[in-house]
DNA sequence: CTGAAAGCGCTTACAG
DNA sequence: CTGAAAGCGCTTACAG
């Protein structure tokens, strides 16, 4: 009954008899006996869990990518030590540096890490994973929405619905989501016809921003027939400037929103946006760091897009024919890099 | 330079030469030397860490209490393992032992997490908090919501608008929550004037059973005055039941929720309910912890409550007086235990 | 099939 | 002020 034994019941190595197989598992259910993680991981070199590093841990957006994580992590029967980095490289740094040797992988969203931030600060033989966010160099595999063709997918609606002057209100120009969102929107009006013309306003994804861009919208000699807004909150807020001028919704103008909140569905008229699968980009990315942890350090990396979901509703005008169809898959595809 | 001394300067320990320090922490920098966590945890016995058990980690509720749960733990500088427990008591029995020799303490919110299931399956020298679990015995501290107070408060206030007919729907009958409040509504209506009686019907949290509800409600000969639901979802679902229905509100009939969800004061009209600070009770509960962690064994365990709030707004007929108010701190109070 | 021994990477008395 | 050594609790070749 040495602990070598001991240690082998317990892994299921076999090479044991029956006998004191039986034996050891009866004194293991008596004592209580859990094995030290902290010393098996340092032993084995394995951890078992995952460390997560999002920009924060609560709100909408990112409990649905909690969420998707955590799915698939009890699937493969992984922990997770999740960290909420607010804001700062600095704070970056220190979550990335705490995190050696309590993990064997990285999943990570944050604006300072790219591929070169990572090899600076994380052991560059624990495999990372990046969501959403610009990837610079093919080092890492990355996981992103694909918030440029939703974009463009809601302005080749509104196009087609017969708008020809949308406005665009832009989300904080540090945020990946919202340039991107940006970027399909200027993309689209260029493509979608020589009459549709680039009119983009500041907002922050607040809800007041919402509110101020529209009352200046209302200013305007010649008002757009569409505002397209870069997030659900911020077409909130523009919704009640509308509402406050007696602005009819889609009547005077249409107005779109981007994320699918669940308040989009409740307000009136239920707001016409584009969804994006959080669960499912947290999920897809668990798994590929899942992946990448077993596989050798070799493999080639990827950057996967997640498709978003153009969601038709009663605020742009559409026909009810065609809110009959409600949801469109727009966007999706693979990229396969170094 | 032996492993000993760079340990010492690592750890700020002092008695070091200024020269070997410096040099010490030139290599550190330049070879990007990170202590190893599980090696550090193994021989200190010490993680900083704290091991977080919720029912899910994800939406509005879960994700409310993480949020003060990371702020705390970020204050302090600890680190959070997270898991989310689904339903099941085995699933818990895994989760709390894969976390032995990974955290320093454990906060626990969970049905089947009382004292006697602790004390079986956590090792007892690692200290364990509960969060608004049914608390049995006095060996863990607790920090609860004052669900009961809630419930309470508003009977009073449903009771002070006017209404006689105060109509409960209940939530799970397994859920804490639900029937603590379930509990303040029957303690109320018992306390508040021999003409009220006790009127409850079942339900289950979500927006269906509030419908349902609402349905079997108007068959009635006699109608409630005033309905109150568990939850803030099950009163929507008793709301669009009365739309449906034509029944207004609050002129036919006053509604009440509870939890102050976002979308309660966007509906039509406003919906008066009882506000639970998730993320309070999440810091306290940590802030409970960690205290917990540093303390002797025999340090005594306590009972908290975490206030609620009374939120009232158009739903319940209140005037416009009692609505500027509009909100009243009801409840909280701090009991000590052993 | 079983056990003695080394090693995982740290920290911390204990000598010097 | 500094280093050699033991120890934290496991796992895993290596002998037997």
Redesign the interface.
Known sequence: MSTATVSRVINGHGNVTHATRTRILRVVERM?Y?????????STGL?N?IGVLLP?????Y???I??GI?QAA?RRGL??????V?GSAAEAVLAI??????VDGLLIMSPYADSAFLA??F?DDTPAVLMNSPVRGNSHSSFCLDNRGGARAMVRHLAQVGHRRIAFIAGPQNNFDATERLAGYCEAIAEFGPDLKEFVLPGDFSEESGYRAAQRLLTLDERPEAVFAANDMTALGCLHALNEARVAVPGDVALAGFDDI??AR??SPPLTTVRVPMAELGARALDGIAAAVGAPAATPTSTQTVATTLVIRASCGASAQLRAVDELTVSGSDAAGN
């Open positions: 209580r859990v094995p030290d993680s902290a010393a098996r991981s340092l951890t869990t924060d841990l609560y709100g909408e990112f409990s649905e909690i969420r955590d009890r922990h997770l030590l999740l960290s909420g607010h540096r705490a995190l050696k040797g309590r600076d600060h052991a669940p308040l409740f307000v």
